[in-house]
């Protein structure tokens, strides 16, 4: 098993805390992992991505051409990753602020309305989980069990409180992948 | 057990760099190194290790605060990024000419100038050929994983020690900014007072117990003295060239070409060589782990087998330099690809250029 | 009378202090540094810190100050003797560290290293032999050379045009809240090598009892670079260098 996955979107949408957490649910479900982010200035803004490889084998490249796996959080984004889902692969997207929808049909593209979903739960800062949870549906390299793990891990012990919501986040997003 | 823990490479040099028993760390924030002292910062080891954490004022500072406290005798450390690294020549050469043992990091961003803070690998020739002015050489060493930037931590400070030099871990943006498994070596206790006194019989920390008095200084007015000074320095390199040569081989026994490319490089390179090897296309790979002492005789070997060499680094060409001297003639030809100015290549990009050398390669 | 019925036990009422080396200097006779040496090495005696003292010598005039003072001692680069400093203190807090460094080491390119040294409070003592010339390079012209002084650099005479103003940087380091004790001194008469003394051993135990930075000014003489015989340059630099850089403490807390 390996799984290639580019998170991308705006700099502050929480694409490097995703790809985080993705990685450290890996790190519980005992793969191999690599997270590789885009740094600097473009972290306050601009345009941010976060490279993720789950593997159960040793991990070459951290840097890749193609990906199994694109989440798409902005129109520059997708202009930039759409072409670069390898055929037979998974593009998550979430249609708010996309005004050129994606045209490949040799993968499986999977429209999540994630920021209409962050309205319902009226609270912007589950954005990132939902889009997580749809992953976690439409690919489930790791388990929703190993997410909260992770989530355990990599957040302060003082947020901890903030764990049941952002496990209904995830739960949210899976159920809007399927 | 062993805890396995997912972190930066610049947080494991943080972590360990404490379990090392590192006396002192000065620092001085660039991107994309900050980690280190910020890591070091929250963990605050002087209140178990008792280890200094200082943010200095200038990595000018920085380095002779490191020359400072190696001549004591300490275990000390720095780190900085490419513009910083020039900063600290002057310090460096001083380590050099002072023969004290010291840990640099250098977690390497695109120039010249201030150019940019993506990653590169265009201070191999800084690294290598010593950087600041006089003759003289670091240990680098070149770490293609998070893994390795906590495990060179230890080799650097062992390494320096034993040959009482500086040596530098020469990393990239990649290596130091990417998140990864490892496993933390265990803690030391720092030395006793005594352990660095018997370890460090040269070192300038108070006469204590000692009649005579130990003075570190890199000055020799009378040059006859200077050049015996300079040809002990000699020696001690050519020591280290016959023991530390360092570097790792993949797919090399049945290689028909060969790559050659250090730090993270290697690995993308490793990529585009498992998906050609897929087609039946068979190259190899050999990636310097020590980059001064230079694996000049594997590289040898290993040309003299293969059809052609590339060379990929984030750079204009300067590894190659060291290439093109090991290998001699009759020889394959030796081509270079890089990208400069903070561009990473892909493993696409990689096995085309490799293809626009060699077409006949091409299944 | 011969000089072997004088130099006798009996008439001794001066030696050549226990950790003055016997190797001759490379000073220029008549130079203040000789007397700032043998007043460390009297106090680091009397003081019983030979065993836990660490010196950092300059790049300028005093670069050999380690083959003079019998304790360790590091060599740094130009300027970056308060950086070593603020390291060997750090790592042995039970050993004295001291610089000891002349006026373009410790006012021109070392002046950030001096600035952040003292406003850390690092618990080192610094040294400063403020001669108003670079002396080692031949007389060029330094930070706190007086307006109108010829040097090297400037042979028609120090112009503020040109050249900017005379730095005097002490009191600068006593605005700063990591300083305890700031003094300005000078060794041309016994009076004042006596009270510059009764400075540096204050500054010696602030530093053992960890209060801060000390700073001990000695405005000096370069009667080579100056171009004066040694009685001259005393009195030049009691008319001219004292206005400039007037003695005594400027902070002590």
Redesign the interface.
Request: aromatic fraction near 14%.
């Given at each position: 098993m390996k799984e290639e996955i580019v998170i991308a979107g705006f700099g502050g949408q929480g694409v490097l805390s995703m790809g985080?957490i993705l990685?450290?649910a890996g790190?519980m479900d005992n793969l191999?992992?690599?997270?590789?982010?885009s740094?600097?200035?473009e972290q306050r803004g601009g345009t941010a991505n976060v490279t993720v490889i789950l593997s159960d084998s040793r991990?070459?490249?951290?840097?890749?051409?193609?990906y199994d796996t694109a989440v798409i959080l902005n129109q520059q984004s997708l202009d930039k990753f759409e072409s670069r889902v390898k055929p037979g692969g998974t593009l998550i997207y979430d249609p708010y602020g996309i005004h050129h929808a994606p045209t490949r049909t040799d993968i499986k593209v999977i429209p999540v309305e994630a920021m209409e979903a962050t309205f319902e739960m009226k609270n912007a800062k589950t954005y990132n989980m939902i889009l997580l949870g749809a992953l976690l549906a439409a690919r489930p390299v790791v388990s929703l069990d190993a997410v909260v793990r992770g989530l355990r891990k990599t957040l302060p012990e003082r947020h901890h409180h903030l764990i049941p919501l952002n496990e209904e986040a995830l739960r949210k997003g899976m159920a809007l992948a399927k | 057990m062993e805890e396995v823990k997912l972190m930066k490479g610049n947080e494991a040099i943080a972590h360990a760099a404490i379990r090392y028993g590192c006396d002192g760390y000065f620092g001085y924030p660039i991107t994309p190194q900050s980690e280190v002292l910020e890591t070091l910062a929250e963990l605050m080891p002087w209140e178990t290790t008792g280890m200094v954490v200082l943010q200095a004022e200038s990595e000018v500072a920085a380095i002779n605060m490191v020359y400072g406290g190696a001549a004591t005798g300490k275990a000390v450390m720095t780190s900085s990024s490419s513009p910083g690294i020039s900063l600290k020549q002057e310090g460096i050469s001083y380590l050099a000419a002072s023969e004290l043992p010291a840990l640099i990091l250098n977690c390497m961003r695109g120039g010249p100038g201030l150019g940019t803070i993506q990653p590169s690998q265009s201070d191999y020739f800084q690294a290598t050929k010593g950087g600041g002015h006089g003759d003289y050489h670091l240990i680098v060493l070149a770490p293609a994983t998070v893994q390795e930037m906590a495990d060179f931590v230890a080799l650097g400070f062992d390494l320096a020690f034993k040959y009482r030099t500086p040596s530098m871990i020469l990393a990239d943006g990649i290596v130091g900014q990417m998140m990864e498994k490892v496993v933390l070596p265990p803690q030391r206790p720092r030395r006793t007072e005594e352990e660095v006194r018997r370890q460090c019989p040269w070192a300038a920390c108070g006469k204590g117990s000692r009649k005579h008095r130990n003075v570190v200084t890199s000055l020799e007015l009378d040059s006859a003295k200077m050049e015996v000074n300079n040809l002990r320095f000699q020696e001690t390199y050519r020591r280290i060239e016959e023991n530390e040569v360092r570097f790792e081989e993949y797919y090399t026994d049945d290689c028909e070409y060969l790559m050659v490319a250090f730090g993270s490089m290697a690995r993308i390179c490793l990529k585009a060589i498992e998906e050609a090897r897929e087609k039946g296309v068979r190259i190899g790979l050999i990636r310097p782990i020590t980059l001064w002492p230079f694996p000049t005789k594997r590289i040898a070997e290993l040309a003299a087998k293969t059809k052609g060499v590339l060379v990929v680094e984030l750079n204009a060409g300067q590894m190659i330099e060291d290439v093109r001297l090991a290998i001699s003639a009759p020889s394959p030809s030796v081509h270079h690809f890089g990208r400069m100015g903070g561009i990473v290549p892909n493993p696409g990009e990689i096995i085309e250029a490799f293809y626009s050398h060699y077409p006949e390669a091409k299944i | 009378m011969d000089f072997k019925d004088i130099i006798r036990p009996e008439n001794k009422v001066y030696a050549r202090p226990r950790l003055l080396t016997e190797n001759i200097t490379h000073y220029c006779p008549g130079c203040s540094h000789g007397v700032v040496h043998r007043i460390v090495a009297e106090l680091l005696d009397e003081m019983g810190l030979e065993d836990r003292t660490i010196g950092i010598a300059p790049v300028g005039c005093a670069v050999f100050a380690y083959n003079y003072i019998d304790v360790d001692w590091i060599e740094a680069a130009h300027g970056r003797a308060p950086a070593l400093a603020t390291a060997a203190s750090r790592l042995n807090p039970d050993c004295l560290v001291f610089t000891y460094q002349g006026d373009g080491d410790l006012a021109a390119i070392g002046t950030a290293e001096t600035i952040h040294a003292c406003n850390r409070g690092e618990n080192i003592v610094i040294i400063f032999i403020n001669n108003a010339i670079y002396g080692m390079t031949g007389g060029q012209m330094a930070p706190t050379t007086l307006l109108g002084m010829k040097t090297a650099t400037t042979p028609y005479g120090r112009r503020v045009d040109l050249n900017g103003y005379p730095l005097a940087i002490s009191p600068i380091l006593a605005s700063l809240d990591g300083t305890c004790y700031v003094t300005r001194q000078a060794v041309h008469t016994p009076g004042a090598v006596r009270k510059a003394k009764v400075a540096i051993r204050k500054a010696f135990t602030n530093a053992l009892e960890k209060r801060g930075t000390s700073v001990v000014e000695i405005v000096s003489t370069c009667n080579s670079g100056w171009k004066l015989s040694p009685a001259d340059s005393n009195k030049w630099m009691e008319k001219h260098m004292f206005e400039k850089y007037p003695l005594g403490d400027l902070k002590n807390v």
């Open positions: 985080k990685a450290y790190l191999e992992v690599s997270w590789m982010p740094y600097g200035p991990i070459s490249s951290p840097v890749l051409d193609s | - | -």
